[in-house]
């Protein structure tokens, strides 16, 4: 787990290493080229390969990912650098059928034609397969939007006595809440759009690994494809991450109460939280995940219910997304994922939770 040391780090690690007179807040670097005279080797060269403030961001990332980071303009940059990385002719994909999925639409769209096959599976059941025949495993746990989870170490162990390599989608966790890499996992990717962001004003996405020649293909990835951070949305995320440990503390912490609330009220057919003791997915949180995030999925009765308990919260934004300081919500359904009319997924945010459920509470009950 990230021990409250490292946590404190954090807010030190760029400040610990500074000489004198040089800024502690990480200057913005925008410049595409840099003085170059003579030998360019060691020295930054162009900025499609090089940016300063990449490298602050880069630094950060790894501290909290305890790995080389790689940073990408966005979470699917991300993914499809990972899969690009790791992917080629003749393998067999597994992708989650109940995950992301755009994830699932790229693998479908851009590598079945490239003569790798796809195989789709729902995340429960990636427990129950013995994973020998796949080159690569994409695993999310908990699932968005469907929050079932499976066994990370158990499924990475088996990936690689296969020879496999597991790429980990960690977005709805964050490396506060939980470490794939630390469980086994070769690759972990994240969106960090939403909760490292935190405030719905930037998308960027990263890349983690351990594996020194993964690494270096990922890296090629994003000199080649250009599939670059703009240098203002790097400065903004290296912002947003210096908060993610009091934010996501204050997120996890009210999900927990507001889903506690939730149970068994009458206007729920269903509510879905792996922090509830009787939630199918309880038990595996609490062995790999050190909270229990901030997203809840219930089922109300139809669509109309749902939208009106929706628009019927003043604390709540009608926004896709999710992990930003003002708690969101949405009908997945209306997206076309797998779920029920009256789905709704809750991203809980930073709101004094007793506000927020007051509002939620009321809005619920007068549907
Ligand atoms: C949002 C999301 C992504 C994609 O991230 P972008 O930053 O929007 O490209 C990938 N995986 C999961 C689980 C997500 O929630």
């Known amino acids: 787990m990230f021990s409250n040391k490292k946590r404190a780090k954090t807010l030190h690690l760029r400040g610990q290493d500074l000489s004198k007179g040089e800024p502690i807040a990480p200057p913005l670097v925008t410049s595409s080229m840099f003085h170059l005279p003579g030998d360019p080797a060691g020295h930054a060269g162009y ?26 303009p966005s979470g699917m940059a991300a993914i499809s650098a990972a899969l690009f990385a ?56 908990p699932s968005n939007p469907g929050l079932d989870l499976c066994d990370l170490a158990g499924v990475t162990a088996r990936v690689r006595s296969a020879g496999g ?49 993964l690494f270096g293909r990922v890296v090629s990835w994003r000199k ?20 993610l440990d009091v ?65 019927g919260c003043k604390f709540l934004r009608p926004a896709t997304s999710f992990g930003g300081v003002h708690s969101s919500a949405e009908r997945r359904a209306r997206w076309g994922d797998d779920v029920p009319a009256g789905y709704v997924r809750l991203s809980v945010g930073c709101e004094p939770v007793s506000a927020l459920l007051d509002d939620i509470l009321n809005s619920l009950s007068s549907i």
């Open 165 to 213: 390599v597991s790429i980990v989608d960690n977005t709805t966790m964050t490396p506060l809440g939980q470490r794939p890499l630390d469980l086994g996992a070769d690759i972990v990717v994240a969106s960090d759009t939403k909760a490292p962001g935190g405030h719905s004003d930037l998308l960027m996405g990263h890349v983690a690994t351990r594996d020194e020649t």
């Open 247 to 311: 934010r996501f503390d204050r997120m996890c912490q009210s999900a927990l109460e507001i889903a506690t609330a939730f149970e068994g009220h009458k206007n729920l057919i269903s509510i879905r939280y792996p922090g509830l003791p009787d939630d199918p997915g309880h038990l595996i949180a609490s062995q790999q995940m050190s909270t229990f995030g901030f997203l809840i999925t219930m089922t109300l009765k139809n669509e109309s219910a749902a939208e009106r308990f929706i628009s």
């Open 224 to 243: 080649m494809s250009g599939a670059i951070p703009g240098p203002q949305a790097a400065w903004l995320l290296h912002r947003g991450l210096e908060t």
């Open 47 to 72: 900025g499609r390969v090089d940016n300063p403030t990449w490298e602050v961001l880069e630094h950060l990332l790894s501290h909290l990912e305890d790995a080389p980071c790689v940073a990408f």
């Open 86 to 141: 790791t992917v080629k002719a003749g393998d067999r994909v597994l992708i989650p059928s109940d995950g992301y999925y755009v994830t699932r639409v790229l693998a479908q769209e851009f590598l079945s034609g490239l003569g790798v096959e796809i195989i789709e599976k729902r995340t429960l059941d990636y427990d129950l397969d013995d994973m020998s025949s796949y080159q690569v495993v994409f695993i999310e746990t």
